[in-house]
């Protein structure tokens, strides 16, 4: 019976590795697999036929040929179902429809003007429910739902602390799976932005890589090596409430003088963000001040960063992206002038390339490397 088990799991396995490579080089021929993956054609041929069974490759056509007979060609079969991505932000509720392959289908976003807990699950739950009405029928449907939020969230999905949203302990895992019945994983928002960087973004060739999200607070995601670094308990990244001026303000954590107080979107003592761009953008001499001193203090921390991790890229992302072309050039400065000169060298600063899809993407990522992880039922 042992060696059943095996070959059953040395199978599954397989399947999943000759998956993950028509995924990522589709069109390919079963040949190309087999030099790829190192597999015998007979076992190539066996694993892709259950995987045209189980809906999730398709043949095209006839590929380039070397001479002799033309191969069929393999394409992964991206809209064999979706997944679901969401922002749960402070002021809004952004959600997205992605196929398979992480490409978005559907874009929808929803002002939130409370933070009482029971008005907003009740609006994130019709805001995932709406996306849920326009998902195309396919054969696995909606394959999970990912959620990104403003917070300190623990392995199991439970927000911990969400200082912005004045909440504490609240078991987002269990509410949203109950109330849908599909797989759930629920992730820091910043952590959920470096993911989606680092497969859909800025980050794809890098893998030491620091993704800060700029919105109301500051959060960050640290990845290490290509994966991210969760700490002891899946907390690291609270950047945001780093002590950055000792007698500063005080803030919604309990600690003063944070971070996210003095280089967030809403740090501004006056305006808000909204008409600290409009301002700027009609050169007003007050709103191009204000993003200045928000660049400089962004480059504070950010040099903070660059001295502790000598990360290879630094992504950052969320809504100061808006503010790109008034930030750069005070954080390029800051930066210059206060991180260490053979860190600095190795360090590229860049905006996010998905803009403020960051979290949604790499929300939707969760759902979709879940439905293709070793595990998964789709794959025996
Ligand atoms: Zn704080």
Redesign the pocket.
Known sequence: MKTTGDQFLVKKINKSIVLDTIREHSPISRAAVSKMTGLNKGTVSSLVQELIDNGLILEIGTGKSSGGRKPVMLLFHETAGYAIGVELGVSSIRTILTNLNGDMIEEDQRPLDTTDQDQVIERLFSAIQAMIERTPSSRYGIVGIGIGVPGIVDEKGQILFA?NLDWEHVDLHTLVSEQFGLPVTIDNEANAGAVGELQYGAGRSASNIVYISVSEGIGTGIMIGGELFRGAAGLSGEM??MTIEANGRK??????G?W??YASASAHPNFDFKTLLRMASDGDADGIRGFYEIGEYLGIGISTIINTFNPELIIIGNQISRAERYITSAIQQTVASRSLSYHRKHTTIRFAQLETRSTLLGAAYYAISGFFSKDRATLV
């Not at 803030?251 to 003063?256: A, M, Y």
């Open positions: 200082p945001g409430h803030c919604r954590c309990g600690n003063k944070c996210e107080l």
